[in-house]
T-cell receptor, first 117, second 109 residues
Framework: QVQLQQWGAGLLKPSETLSLTCAVY????????WSWIRQPPGKGLEWIGE???????KYNPSLKSRVTISVDTSKNQFSLKLNSVTAADTALYYC???????????WGQGTLITVSS | QTVVTQEPSLTVSPGGTVTLTCGSS?????????PNWFQQKPGQAPRALIY???NKHSWTPARFSGSLLGGKAALTLSGVQPEDEADYYC?????????FGGGTKLTVL
């Protein structure tokens, strides 16, 4: 059974850096891409970016200048950093598994990130 | 900026059939956009229903089906159940980036 468990600091001040990590338990880590997706309160979903086992990344063009996704294959973990956060980055952040033609057959539990001064 | 469009809201009667659509600002949606569909209920993470246009996950109820219809991706619910009331999101692939639609709020009434 595949499980994704994510964690990170939930309250940030404007201009700080958001940092989240997602650990993958069960299943293959190397055979998939791994994504970050967010959802502002009461709004829709937004794909942030993805990474694969070898560290190849793709990012949402609207966030690309502020986003870094990295992978630690020794721990089956991947991480998200989003710098210079503002209130507009307040959202529920999810990690998810991604494969050939699909995203999100497995999801993390979600982490609410609030940006407030 | 690529925009993926969905109906903001739809209403269907229990037992009825409803089709949700997913369009692209770049033109017709084809299988090369690998349309994915998700269901989200209040307070829950999204649940994947359909991938690559018409493929179901192992947990996807048989009443859900995906297709291409009139230049858009489509999700059809046949024999709608009260528990199908939820938000539905489509997702399209643009050769390096994925873009979600704004979501459709489906009311079963």
């Amino acid at each position: 059974q595949v499980q994704l468990q994510q964690w990170g600091a939930g309250l940030l001040k404007p201009s700080e850096t958001l940092s989240l990590t997602c650990a993958v338990y069960g299943g293959s880590f190397s055979g998939y891409y791994w994504s970050w997706i967010r959802q502002p309160p009461g709004k829709g979903l937004e794909w942030i970016g993805e990474i694969n086992y070898s560290g190849s990344t793709k990012y949402n063009p609207s966030l690309k200048s502020r986003v870094t996704i990295s992978v630690d294959t020794s721990k089956n973990q991947f991480s998200l950093k989003l710098n210079s956060v503002t209130a507009a980055d307040t959202a529920l952040y999810y990690c998810a598994r991604q494969g050939d033609g699909f995203i999100g057959d497995y999801w993390g539990q979600g982490t609410l990130i609030t940006v407030s001064s | 900026q690529t925009v993926v469009t969905q109906e903001p809201s739809l209403t269907v009667s229990p037992g009825g059939t409803v089709t949700l659509t997913c369009g692209s600002s770049t033109g017709a949606v084809t299988s090369g956009y690998y349309p994915n569909w998700f269901q989200q209920k209040p307070g829950q993470a999204p649940r994947a229903l359909i991938y690559s246009t018409n493929n179901k996950h192992s947990w996807t109820p048989a009443r859900f089906s995906g297709s291409l219809l009139g230049g858009k991706a489509a999700l059809t619910l046949s024999g709608v159940q009260p528990e199908d009331e939820a938000d539905y999101y489509c997702l399209l692939y643009y050769g390096g980036a994925w873009v979600f639609g704004g979501g459709t709020k489906l009311t079963v009434l």
